[in-house]
């Protein structure tokens, strides 16, 4: 298991005197400590790995995006992950710390890697126009009717302290707020200031959800999710895409496949390594090929926090 860092970002940042901060803190989680370039020297396939930064400490790799919608490029942390240059499947489970600008919420971070359980009560929160899809996936991790915005909106929300959430709404690159639709109507659902402490794991299929690019915790729900004390935080760097109706595809299917696998015994980490993995093989096997929406997907979703998080209950 490696911690991955760049520490001439890490001083540009935060100054001599933060950067060994940092490196004492990374120390004391006893993992390998390495660069970029050591990944693929170092790490083995199914390894472990965690990105120690936000983009402006450890850049995501920007790939060109390959459908026609308006993100020019798709912000991925697969390249990391891969071990070969076949980065649509990678081969590492590997989680990301973002920094938000705060030294102190990427040593809480830091912090708390270890082998969190996290148990079963969920709640799902999705807009009106794809209640059915939702249910499709929710129904993997909840028994509960989900939360449907609208008419739902952010003042109706129940308790969010929960240990498994997900999300099926839209989301924004510009706006710190998650939204509803229907009837055409388009409610705030969640904001970063609704958030209470929270040790759970979320999903979210939100476009732009892991979008944290120049953002401080205040402005992200992904970042105030992770400072509230979130095991990991599952989202989407651009616009994803998903179906109104079952069957689950693209960012559904992904989102249900890594429930699977949580429920299977996987950590967080290797619950998006191998759904990743399952996300490639059923597509193809279904429609004979990827289209550009389906390797968008698998290169958008990321995840953050700590990757050691498990459930406490699985299938078995």
Not at 245 to 257: F, G, I, N, Q
Not at 270 to 291: I, S, W
């Amino acid at each position: 298991m490696y911690l991955v860092w760049v520490p001439e970002r890490v001083e540009r940042r935060f100054g001599k005197e933060g950067k060994e901060r940092l490196l004492k803190e990374m120390e004391r989680v006893g993992w390998g400590i390495i660069e970029p370039d050591g990944i693929k020297k170092r790490a083995k396939p199914g390894d472990t790995v965690v990105l120690v930064g936000g983009d402006e400490l450890f850049p995501f790799k920007k790939v060109e995006n390959p459908t026609h919608d308006p993100d020019p490029y798709v912000y991925t942390d697969n390249l990391y992950a891969s071990l070969d240059d076949d980065y649509l499947i990678p081969e590492l489970a590997l989680s990301r710390l973002p920094d938000g600008g705060s030294l102190d919420l990427l040593i809480t971070l830091l912090r708390s890697i270890g082998k969190n359980e996290v148990g079963a009560e969920s709640l799902g929160v999705t807009a009106a126009v794809w209640k059915e899809a939702a249910l499709e996936v929710y129904k993997e991790v909840g028994k509960e009717e989900m939360v449907v915005s609208p008419p739902s909106e952010e003042k109706d929300l129940p308790s969010l302290k929960k240990e498994i959430l997900y999300f099926n709404v839209h989301g924004s690159d510009t706006s710190p707020y998650w939204y509803g639709e229907g009837n055409g109507k388009y409610p705030v659902i969640l904001s970063p200031r609704s958030i209470p402490d929270f040790s759970g794991v979320v999903a979210s299929e939100a476009c732009y959800g892991a979008y944290i690019l120049d953002k401080k915790c205040d402005e992200s729900i992904a970042l105030t999710f992770l400072k509230k004390g979130a095991v990991s935080f599952l989202g989407s760097t651009t616009i994803a895409y998903g179906p109104y109706y079952p069957p689950s595809t693209e960012a559904d299917l992904l989102v249900k496949l890594y429930f699977q696998e949580l429920k299977n015994g996987k950590t967080c980490g290797e619950a998006l390594l191998e759904a990743k993995r399952k996300f490639f093989k059923k597509t193809v096997e279904e429609q004979g090929y990827l289209d550009k929406d389906d390797e968008k997907t698998l290169l958008q979703f990321v995840l953050y926090g700590n990757p050691l998080g498990r459930l406490k209950w699985t299938l078995s």
